[in-house]
């Protein structure tokens, strides 16, 4: 199920909507990210300059997840950039129609996190570690943020999938992944990073949470694959300040 949601990989076949199966299919969730950075791991092999390995990652980061949460990225920009009260803001997410912010917002962080990648690619202290574990590590914050926050609307797929989700299993391995993680990336590099992103990760969900619930009353699915968008350029960000 979190293939057949999350990714482009093809799974044709009727799958049980149970509880079950969709807290397992968010407790899984980070897996899926850090396959995806796996495969983008692959671009590293070439002699390509730092400027067109970034493009390569964020590119396949885009297709292999079938431009998903960059499509939340561009409705919450357009929601949230219109300034309307909150009723409207809900009709703007669910308007089919990219409008004028949205656009804007995903030209700035499409260049913004290429330049970003590629000068952390550029650092001594580059890892290739980092391309794998900063899309797991955004995918476990979405899990995060979805178990312990109120959902928006009392409609959409994220309404159901959060009634069927058992809260606590999600919440709880989703930590034990976020642990696990967090030791990988400061074994394979060093517990400066590693703390320092969890730092970061922890300030990210309070401050996002905190954010969706004054805008927006709760989360939403484009809420949610905006969190995905927004927590990688961060975590990127955080690598490029930590080496400079």
């Known amino acids: 199920m979190a293939l057949q949601f999350f990714t482009v990989i093809p799974v044709n076949k009727n799958l049980p909507m149970e509880k079950r199966a969709i807290t397992g299919m968010y407790s899984i969730f980070p897996w899926i ?10 671009v590293l092999y070439f002699e390509w300059s730092p400027l067109m390995t970034g493009f390569s990652i964020v590119l396949l980061g885009i297709v292999l997840s079938g431009g998903l949460h960059m499509d939340g990225y561009i409705d919450t920009s357009d929601a949230f950039f219109s300034y309307k009260d909150r009723l409207k803001r809900f009709e703007i997410l669910e308007d089919p129609r990219v409008g004028a912010f949205g656009v804007m917002a995903v030209v700035f962080l499409v260049i913004g996190k290429v330049i970003i990648i590629s000068e952390v690619l550029s650092t001594e202290s580059f890892h290739w570690i980092f391309v794998m574990l900063i899309p797991f590590f955004s995918r476990a914050l979405l899990g995060i943020l979805f178990s312990v926050t109120n ?27 976020f642990f696990v993680g967090l030791v990988v990336l400061g074994w394979m590099t060093n517990w400066v990073v590693a703390v320092t992103i969890a730092a970061v990760l922890f ?30 350029v961060v975590l990127w960000l955080t690598l490029l300040l930590l080496f400079s």
Request: include cysteine; glycine fraction near 14%; aromatic fraction near 10%.
């Open 33 to 42: 990210g850090a396959g995806i950075g796996a495969i983008a791991c692959l």
């Open 203 to 232: 300030a990210f969900i309070c401050l996002f949470r905190s954010w969706v619930l004054k805008n927006f009353g709760g989360v939403t699915g484009d809420l949610l694959g905006a969190s995905v968008e927004i927590s990688e």
């Open 151 to 177: 959902s928006a609307k009392t409609s959409g797929l994220a309404y159901y999938f959060k009634g069927k989700m058992n809260v606590n299993v999600v919440t709880i391995t989703t930590a034990c992944h």
